[in-house]
């Protein structure tokens, strides 16, 4: 996060919390029972695209498999977005969602070191 603007960083976790609400509301229906954390959002400096990663905690489908839903999903989810932000922001940014797998390398990590 270094080098981003204060804005961007007002951005970006606004859309965090925001999409983390969205997710809570839709997740388990839409998603097949799935948990899904928003753990970070990286928006573009003109703040037109955001990069917003997703921890899941799949259980009968895998995570691509949900990722590939949540991203064929993404233009209702950015409507949804822009139905809750419009006060606040002039552009709401187009939004690409990847896994974040951190949590399984620090899991890794874990094992290996015992």
Excluded at 83 to 94: F, Y
Excluded at 96 to 112: G, P, Q, R, V
Aim: proline share 1%; glycine share 4%.
């Amino acid at each position: 996060m270094e080098g981003n603007s204060v804005r961007q960083n007002k951005v970006s976790k606004l859309l965090q919390n925001v999409l983390a609400d969205i997710f809570q509301k839709k997740g388990f229906s839409a998603y097949g029972g799935v948990m899904i954390t928003v753990t970070e959002v990286r928006i573009s400096t003109d703040l037109y695209y955001a990069k917003a990663y997703l921890s899941i905690f799949a259980t009968k489908q895998s995570k691509e498999e949900v990722i590939t839903l949540i991203n064929k999903d993404a233009k209702s989810i950015r409507f949804e977005l822009g139905k809750i932000v419009k006060n606040q922001l002039r552009i709401i940014p187009e939004i690409s969602f990847f896994i974040d797998n951190t949590i399984d390398e620090i899991a890794k990590i874990d094992k290996l070191l015992k």
